[in-house]
């Protein structure tokens, strides 16, 4: 799996968001996408996955995601900044409203969901869920269709470390599989393991070669 990502532009109302973005990933990459709040960072996620519409093109294997929504739908997987999650209902109960019986069961065993961590609060409601429960979850949700392109948004704000440390499995195995990880973030320890860096900024996404130090990479968003 690659991906292409050309000339992607969304405005709202005469006020420009995305000017023109590129980016172009291999399989079991990992891309940072760095960028201040209000950027443009969940605009570009929402468009990519098609929760917005906007203009461009966005390649996987040859076919454009933006003209195939069923297509897209299987392939792409997005877990935003506030957990598109269901409070009444517990872990489990939001599973099944993606999951099939076979998989979930399967998966929550020894699979994606078991890796997550998911399996140890199936009976918690979501309105008494931590921070990192809600986000696992989440994720969990995010990876039902198996996509092959996976994009996070801030996906470890405000998270303990135990939470983090199960996220971050999960990615490092999501990438020995030849996942495409995007992680947009204003967080510059998020950025360590990701193989490219880009910087958004003033609707342009910039691909940053140089230096990574922590100084160097928070003078970016300045």
């Known amino acids: 799996m690659n991906i292409e990502i050309r000339h992607i532009k969304k405005s709202y109302g005469?006020?420009?968001?995305?000017?023109?973005?590129?980016?172009?990933?291999?399989?079991?990459?990992?891309?940072?996408?760095?960028?201040?709040?209000g950027s443009g960072k969940s605009t570009l996620f929402s468009v990519l996955c098609g929760l917005q519409k906007g203009s461009g093109e966005f390649f996987c294997d040859g076919e454009d995601m933006m003209k195939s929504p069923s297509r897209r739908a299987a392939a792409v997987g997005f877990v935003p900044q506030s957990?598109?999650?269901?409070?009444?209902?517990?872990?489990?109960?939001?599973?099944?409203?993606w999951y099939k019986r076979d998989e979930l069961e399967r998966s929550l065993s020894e699979g994606m969901l078991k890796l997550l961590?998911?399996?140890?609060?199936?009976?918690?409601?979501?309105?008494?869920?931590?921070?990192?429960?809600?986000?696992?979850?989440?994720?969990?949700?995010?990876?039902a269709n198996d996509p092959s392109v996976l994009l996070l948004d801030e996906p470890s704000g405000a998270?303990?470390?135990v939470c983090k440390e199960h996220i971050?499995?999960?990615?490092?195995?999501?990438?020995?599989r030849g996942g495409i990880t995007l992680i947009a973030t204003h967080d510059i320890h998020e950025l360590v393991s990701c193989d490219h860096l880009y910087l958004l900024k003033d609707?342009?996404?910039?691909?940053?070669?140089?230096?990574?130090?922590l100084q160097t990479l928070a003078g970016l968003l300045v």
């Not at 957990?83 to 409203?97: C, K, M, S, V, Y």
């Not at 971050?168 to 020995?176: I, P, R, T, W």
């Not at 609707?203 to 130090?213: A, I, K, N, P, Y």
């Open 203 to 213: 609707g342009v996404l910039t691909l940053h070669e140089g230096d990574r130090s």
């Open 168 to 176: 971050g499995e999960y990615l490092d195995h999501f990438k020995s």
């Open 14 to 37: 005469k006020k420009a968001v995305l000017r023109d973005v590129n980016l172009s990933a291999k399989a079991g990459e990992c891309i940072g996408i760095l960028g201040k709040n």
């Open 83 to 97: 957990p598109p999650l269901i409070g009444e209902l517990t872990a489990l109960d939001n599973l099944r409203l």
């Open 159 to 161: 998270l303990d470390l």
């Open 117 to 143: 961590g998911v399996d140890e609060f199936l009976r918690v409601t979501v309105s008494k869920m931590s921070g990192g429960m809600k986000k696992r979850l989440s994720i969990g949700c995010a990876v």
